[in-house]
């Protein structure tokens, strides 16, 4: 509905146009006389006119979309015409004498005492004529309305939103008709000034062919404004969020888009490469699949995929691992199928690609444009409604609109964190990056040894309790009965597990403060804190319904061989 009355604004507008100035006199000529005879019919050509070659513009512009490199060079031409034409007011004169010639002989004939029908008919065509002089004088509104058409082919809604603007147009005509020639008289001591500002936005239009011919700015047009309404028509779309997104500002370049050849393996699609995304807006999302706040973002960049998917948008998720159980292939297929990802997935096993982007985050977003350039980056959860924004500049740079934001459903894991509750930071239970350990004596690293579960009473301290032998990465239990207990102040906990070497599922028990955890139990664990390791992944152990306040965790493995890698909180 916004969209609708943005239209017949932008219509309106329309009339406060310098270019709006040569049309006039035939309106204004016909002030004098009845409405019904002379000035509805104007009208109404007029509306059926505008009407008219804005549907073949977004039939031409629908052709130029599928058929790009020679719409491209089209466009530059007629933009290079009409830059011309705004720069030597003789050749516009020339364009458009004809048309002057024809309404003015209409003028003169319906002055003449023709008849009612011919009085009619006759302005009926001055309407047409008149149409046919104001379509280029459309703003961001109409613009907005032609590239719908043309990106998503003809429909019921566009026919009514050209009808709707038209309509806008014609009301600005009937008001000039009801005031008459004192207006016009106020607007013809403008043509002056008009035609100075005429010949500066000619030079700049030339000027912006130039730096488009020679890709010095793919979003020039989208910044360069050609009518002395766009401002006030560009305000009306901003401020009702109606059509194209605001705009992030400028994106610098920030490097190359490298290579792709790195991957180990790819998910979902054949190898990909910069080369063979050329002209798409590609987003890299890199991950693995057991960090949380890889999985918290991971709803964001699916929504992204979908919604912008037919715009051009390609996302291409880079799994690079933490642990050595996510450069399994079967691990990360069966984790890419879980999380219902549908996109090309890279495996980087080796960080070849994690390397070339010179990244040291999970997760981490890059933002290539079409010009094969990164223009957006962003590291870490959040900053999801900046980065849609750079996915939308992006896409509109490439000559797509985009309409209103990506609808993002998280739960479970994907749940947003309770950033203001988090006093708790990511723990590793291997001795290579473990931080806080409390139980006496420390690790014995790289055999089996019996642990003692220390007294916690300092926020995050940690420690093991039973037989464990522990490495580098993560920690075995070698009997049944092992222990972990934590001191945490947090609404999530996770802890990434995995089953016996063997692949042998695991039971265990949780406890928060020695209860049961009831309604603050997990998606992997029952109100009595039970539950079970039956592949290497994050679980999720508890989520706290009520108020955040410090507590002791402690889990007990019922059998023996479990994997702990790392605990995470949100």
Not at 291 to 308: D, E, G, M, T
């Amino acid at each position: 509905m916004i969209l609708f009355l943005l239209s017949y604004l932008g219509g309106v507008l329309t009339i406060l146009s310098p270019c709006i100035l040569p049309v006039l006199p035939f309106v204004f000529a016909r002030a004098d006389q009845p409405f019904l005879r002379s000035g509805l019919p104007l009208l109404l050509g007029m509306a059926v006119t505008f009407a008219g070659v804005a549907a073949l513009a977004a039939l031409g512009g629908g052709w130029a979309v599928q058929a790009n490199s020679y719409g491209r060079g089209v466009a530059l031409v007629v933009l290079a015409l009409f830059g011309l034409l705004l720069l030597f007011p003789s050749l516009s004169d020339r364009a458009t004498r004809p048309l002057v010639a024809l309404g003015a002989r209409l003028s003169q004939s319906s002055r003449g005492g023709q008849s009612r029908a011919s009085g009619f008919g006759a302005s009926l065509l001055l309407g047409v004529a008149t149409g046919l002089l104001w379509a280029p004088c459309a703003g961001p509104v109409l613009g907005l309305v032609l590239t719908g058409a043309a990106l998503q082919g003809a429909g019921a809604q566009t026919a009514l939103l050209l009808l709707t603007y038209a309509l806008g147009a014609a009301t600005s005509l009937a008001l000039a008709l009801l005031v008459g020639g004192k207006v016009f008289a106020a607007m013809k001591r403008s043509i002056g000034v008009g035609e100075h500002i005429r010949r500066v936005l000619g030079v700049l239009v030339l000027a912006g062919v130039v730096a488009i011919a020679l890709g010095v700015d793919t979003g020039l047009l989208t910044r360069v404004s050609l009518s002395g309404t766009n401002r006030i028509e560009q305000g009306l779309l901003d401020r009702f969020h109606a059509g194209s997104a605001k705009s992030t500002g400028d994106l610098a370049v920030e490097g190359r888009f490298p290579p792709l050849t790195g991957a180990t393996q790819w998910l979902n699609s054949p190898p990909l490469s910069p080369q063979a995304l050329r002209g798409k807006v590609v987003l890299v999302d890199f991950w693995t699949y057991s960090c949380i706040n890889c999985l918290r973002s991971l709803p964001y960049v699916k929504a992204w995929a979908q919604k912008y998917q037919d715009q051009g948008l390609v996302v291409i998720g880079v799994h690079s691992p933490e642990f050595a159980f996510e450069k399994e292939p079967a691990n990360v297929r069966k984790a890419v199928h879980d999380l219902g990802i549908t996109y090309p997935v890279a495996m980087d096993n080796d960080l070849n690609i994690w390397s070339a982007f010179n990244n040291e985050y999970w997760p981490a977003h890059f933002l290539i444009d079409g010009q094969g350039r990164i223009r957006y980056h962003s590291f870490g959860e959040g900053d999801y409604d900046a980065t849609e924004k750079a996915i939308q500049r992006l896409l509109m740079e490439n000559g797509h609109m985009v309409r209103g934001t990506a609808l993002v459903e998280a739960t479970g894991v994907g749940k947003a964190a309770d950033l203001g509750e988090v006093a708790s930071p990511e723990t590793y239970v291997g001795y290579g990056r473990a931080e806080h350990f409390a139980s006496p004596g420390g690790f014995v690293g790289d055999m089996a040894h019996d642990y003692t579960l220390p007294g916690l009473t300092k926020l995050n301290d940690w420690g093991l309790g039973g037989r464990w032998s522990v490495g580098q990465e993560h920690a075995s239990a070698e009997g049944a009965g092992a222990k972990i207990a934590f001191r945490f102040h947090a609404r999530d906990l996770h802890l990434v597990l995995g089953p016996d070497a063997q692949g042998r599922p695991v039971r265990f028990r949780v406890t928060i403060d020695g209860k049961t955890p009831g309604a603050d139990h997990g998606l992997d664990t029952d109100g009595a804190g039970m539950g079970m390791v039956t592949q290497q992944r994050l679980y999720q152990l508890i989520r706290q319904k009520g108020p955040i306040v410090d507590h002791t965790f402690q889990i007990e493995f019922l059998d023996p061989g479990v994997q702990a890698f790392a605990f995470t909180f949100g």
